[in-house]
Nanobody, 118 residues
Framework: QVQLVESGGGLVQPGGSLRLSCAAS????????MGWYRQAPGKQRELVAR?????NYADSVKGRFTLSRDNAKNTVYLQMNTLKPEDTAVYYC??????????????WGQGTQVTVSS
């Protein structure tokens, strides 16, 4: 079974940086898309950054967050700089993965808390 394992969340002061990692494991034939969403208390889950044909970033994180990947490790990284209190949320890894054939399934990680506070 495919799993997404996240790491790197925590508490950071405003203006600080964090790096999130998400590794996909299991029966993976190809990864069609991979990235991060977040959900703040009382709000809907929203896109942060995601690889598709290129990289899509939320307007609120452009210029501050950078999504990168290591294809050999089936891993994506989210470098978050100049963090703001409004970046506080649970961050979820997301992927569209094929385990063979043409069927593509969506997967979510368990979530990692990012708290930006002084």
């Amino acid at each position: 079974q495919v799993q997404l394992v996240e790491s790197g969340g925590g508490l950071v002061q405003p203006g600080g940086s964090l790096r999130l990692s998400c590794a996909a494991s299991g029966p993976i034939f190809s990864i069609k898309s991979m990235g991060w969403y977040r959900q703040a208390p009382g709000k809907q889950r929203e896109l942060v950054a995601r690889f598709t044909s290129g990289v899509n970033y939320a307007d609120s994180v452009k210029g501050r967050f950078t999504l990168s990947r290591d294809n050999a490790k089936n891993t994506v990284y989210l470098q978050m700089n100049t963090l703001k209190p409004e970046d506080t949320a649970v961050y979820y890894c997301y992927a569209q993965i094929s385990s063979g054939g043409t069927y593509v399934r969506e997967y979510w990680g368990q979530g990692t808390q990012v708290t930006v506070s002084s």
